[in-house]
C-alpha cells in the first residue's frame, strides 16, 4: 500500500502542480543536506546527546551561508577548506 501524505493549501491544485510542488520541496532539501554532507562531512557527526547536534548544526548551517556568499570560481567545499 502505498503511503499517504496529508497538507493544507490555499488554492486548488491539480494532481501535476501538486507533485510539482512536492518535487521542488525536496530538490531543495535534499541539496541542502547534501552540501552538509559534503562540505562539512555532516554524517558523519558523532554528536548525540543534549543540545549539541543542534548546535552544531546551526554554527554549519551559519558557515555554509558564509562561504556560500563569497563568489569566485572555487567550489563550496574548497572554499571551506581554505577558511580552515
Do not use: C, I, Y
Amino acid at each position: 500500500m502505498p503511503a499517504r501524505r496529508h497538507g493544507a493549501a490555499s488554492a486548488e491544485l491539480t494532481a501535476e502542480r501538486a507533485a510539482h510542488a512536492v518535487h521542488g520541496h525536496w530538490l531543495v532539501e535534499n541539496a541542502l543536506h547534501w552540501t552538509l554532507d559534503v562540505v562539512f562531512n555532516d554524517d558523519q557527526s558523532r554528536l548525540r546527546k543534549g543540545h549539541g547536534a543542534l548546535n552544531m548544526a546551526m554554527v554549519r548551517h551559519f558557515a555554509l551561508n558564509l562561504v556560500r556568499a563569497v563568489r569566485d570560481r572555487h567550489s563550496t567545499k574548497l572554499r571551506r577548506k581554505k577558511a580552515g
